[in-house]
């Protein structure tokens, strides 16, 4: 069984620019949940992803947007970079929409915009 | 963006001894959930709490959803060094909401 998967590792990037992060789901899950976890700080909902539609989103704004693949891998995409946006982005997977004590958390992706 | 209160914010202890943390909410959940994160790691879910009152354990962790259902605490009883590390607190809205509210962490250093 595979775990969640998260890539790149670390990301280094200028304000303005665009950034995609990707996440792949655990073995036979079909949810994908992103977060925001800034430095010193619990984890923030950005948004959730089911086969292949947004599922509810957090108190994020649009340059924050998602998509989900047939293989319910996902990929976080954030334009025009600020310097707030840096901060480990985790994903989570899980079966199911409603039961998000099922959730797996991937290792994250550290960005950090200058 | 909305986070649960969780207290106290860093424990500094022997190793043996005992730690209680708890997180407090101003919104009723239908679940608690305790994660632990290491460095460079993702949040590992510990216990997890569904009905007001349940009191459950794992190990050496004991964790209560409290009756209100507005919240919860974890004890760690007789600590070793790989027990450090930061706690979170997570609580899931009632409705099946496909979100979960974490707290600001709790971060643990346990001296040999």
């Known amino acids: 069984e595979t775990g969640v998967t998260q890539s790149p590792t670390h990301l280094i990037k200028t304000r303005g620019q665009q950034v995609t992060l990707r996440c792949s789901s655990q073995?036979?899950?079909?949810?994908v949940s992103w977060y925001q976890q800034a430095l010193g700080q619990g984890p923030q909902f950005i948004f959730q992803?089911?086969?292949?539609?947004?599922?509810g989103r957090g108190n994020f704004p649009p340059r924050f947007s998602g998509l989900q693949f047939p293989n319910y891998s996902s990929e976080l995409n954030v334009n025009a970079l600020e310097l707030d946006d840096s901060a480990l982005y985790l994903c989570a997977s899980s079966f199911g929409t409603g039961r998000q004590d099922t959730q797996y958390f991937g290792p994250g992706t550290r960005l950090t915009v200058l | 963006g909305q986070q649960l209160n969780q207290s106290p914010q860093s424990m500094f202890i022997q190793e043996g001894e005992d730690v209680s943390m708890n997180c407090t909410s101003s919104?009723?959940?239908?679940?608690w959930l305790w994660y632990k994160q290491d460095p460079g790691e993702g949040p590992v879910l510990l216990i997890a709490l569904y009905k007001a009152g349940e009191l459950t354990s794992n190990g050496r962790l004991t964790a209560q959803f409290g009756i209100t259902r507005k919240d919860s605490f974890l004890n760690i009883s007789a600590s070793i060094p790989s027990d450090v590390g930061i706690y979170f607190c997570a609580g899931q809205l009632p409705g099946g909401s496909e979100k979960l509210v974490f707290g600001k962490g709790m971060k643990l250093t346990v001296n040999p």
């Open positions: 073995s036979g899950h079909n949810t």
């Open positions: 919104s009723i959940f239908n679940t």
């Open positions: 992803y089911y086969r292949e539609e947004e599922n």
